[in-house]
T-cell receptor, first 114, second 112 residues
């Protein structure tokens, strides 16, 4: 199965808190895992991505944690801000030559309240 | 300003109309994609073009017809659509097929 399961569907976090979004995949051939951020009226924008040769990648307040054995990866947003309120999509693909089809999760709508 | 521009941003059409969606990328990329985004569903890949050649048609109904005249432009021609085709249609581009994809802001399509 090619699907990527994402949870939760929606998330409300207090300003300054940690937002955590989880994804699980089934295809062990997947080797590239990007996260996209989408604001209302805008297209998805690449936020951060990870490959399975590392267990964690951090960019500013955004961190991806990767558990290859469990086939799970998660996005952590530290010190969440109201400007982070958006829908977040995880995705996965096999990045070999000719491989390009991103399999997306259903998305998580994050609301950060002051 | 996004490097991928989609027009129109909104489109309302009847089931018997013919219309086209346009996508233009200013990033010098070689691959372009059409996606369908419906509420509470994952993004669905529809078509992929690489160097103007179609490399993927994800079992899309023939009422959707893509056209890629060059690596910078991508069209989606629409004909005799159904109400369930109402969705946000997103265009994306990437340097190569296995490179990160950059999305436009989409065309919100409503079928009456």
């Amino acid at each position: 199965q090619q699907q990527v399961k994402q949870s939760p569907q929606s998330l409300i976090v207090q300003k300054g808190g940690i937002s955590i979004i989880n994804c699980a995949y089934e295809n062990t051939a997947f080797d590239y895992f990007p996260w996209y951020q989408q604001f209302p009226g805008k297209g998805p924008a690449l936020l951060i991505a990870i490959r399975p040769d590392v267990s964690e990648k951090k960019e500013g307040r955004f961190t991806i944690s990767f558990n290859k054995s469990a086939k799970q990866f998660s996005l952590h947003i530290m010190d969440s801000q109201p400007g982070d309120s958006a829908t977040y999509f995880c995705a996965a693909t096999r990045s070999g030559a000719g491989s390009y089809q991103l399999t997306f999760g259903k998305g998580t709508k994050l609301s950060v309240i002051p | 300003e996004t490097g991928v521009t989609q027009t129109p941003r909104h489109l309302v059409m009847g089931m018997t109309n013919k219309k086209s969606l346009k996508c233009e990328q200013h990033l010098g990329h070689n691959a372009m994609y059409w996606y369908k985004q419906s509420a509470k569903k994952p993004l669905e890949l529809m078509f992929v073009y690489n160097f103007k050649e179609q490399t993927e048609n994800n079992s899309v109904p023939s009422r959707f017809s893509p056209e890629c005249p060059n690596s910078s432009h991508l069209f989606l021609h629409l004909h005799t659509l159904q109400p369930e085709d109402s969705a946000l249609y997103l265009c994306a581009s990437s340097q190569g097929l296995n490179q990160p994809q950059h999305f436009g802001d989409g065309t919100r399509l409503s079928i009456l």
